[in-house]
């Protein structure tokens, strides 16, 4: 039998909320670039895979935390 941890729900809600806020920043900025070619790919490759990271973190945070 699996023994769970307690949970501080706010805490868990914040960091969601904060992950979600970084990942949009990091898109924001992607999708602010008005150049018709993207001046650094190199750049533009950091921010998608710092968004996805963010986003995976949360995703993870809310299967552990919400469902058992």
Not at 7 to 26: E, V
Not at 49 to 67: D, F, Q, S, T
Request: some cysteine; overall charge positive.
């Amino acid at each position: 039998m699996m023994v769970q941890s307690p949970m501080d729900l706010d805490a868990i809600t914040r960091d969601i909320r904060n992950r979600c806020a970084r990942a949009y920043g990091n898109l924001e900025s992607v999708a602010a670039i008005k150049d018709p070619i993207f001046p650094d790919p190199r750049q533009i490759m950091l921010e998608l895979l710092l968004a996805r990271h963010e986003i995976e973190a949360a995703i993870g945070i809310m299967k552990r935390r919400w469902w058992p």
